[in-house]
Nanobody, 120 residues
Framework: QVQLVESGGGLVQAGGSLRLSCAAS????????MGWYRQAPGKERELVAA???????SYADSVKGRFTIYRDNVKKTLYLQMNSLKPEDTAIYYC??????????????WGQGTQVTVSS
């Protein structure tokens, strides 16, 4: 079993920064790909960023150059550093664990989400 708990969301002005954290427990964290999804009202869920067990990363075009995904395998924590935030980044952000070490295989476990609101 795995439990994922997100934190770090909040209200920020456009151009500001936030760092989201996802604490994992009850799993072999380092063996799995991890990712961040987001969902805004009226829109489909979007994969924002992903990182493989080997440290390879992938980003959605909408956040490339602004967001950075990284992981601390000792602390079993996933992070998403978000810079130069835009109002269109407003969404609930979800931490997800992959079904394997490769993020191309998809994700299966999810956290409860943390709200990010960017004011204009």
């Amino acid at each position: 079993q795995v439990q994922l708990v997100e934190s770090g969301g909040g209200l920020v002005q456009a151009g500001g920064s936030l760092r989201l954290s996802c604490a994992a427990s009850g799993s072999i964290f380092s063996s799995y790909a991890m990712g961040w999804y987001r969902q805004a009202p009226g829109k489909e869920r979007e994969l924002v960023a992903a990182i493989s067990s080997g440290g390879f990363t992938s980003y959605a075009d909408s956040v490339k150059g602004r967001f950075t995904i990284y992981r601390d395998n000792v602390k079993k924590t996933l992070y998403l550093q978000m810079n130069s935030l835009k109002p269109e980044d407003t969404a609930i952000y979800y931490c997800a664990r992959g079904v394997s070490g490769s993020y191309s295989s998809g994700f299966g476990s999810w956290g409860q989400g943390t709200q990010v609101t960017v004011s204009s």
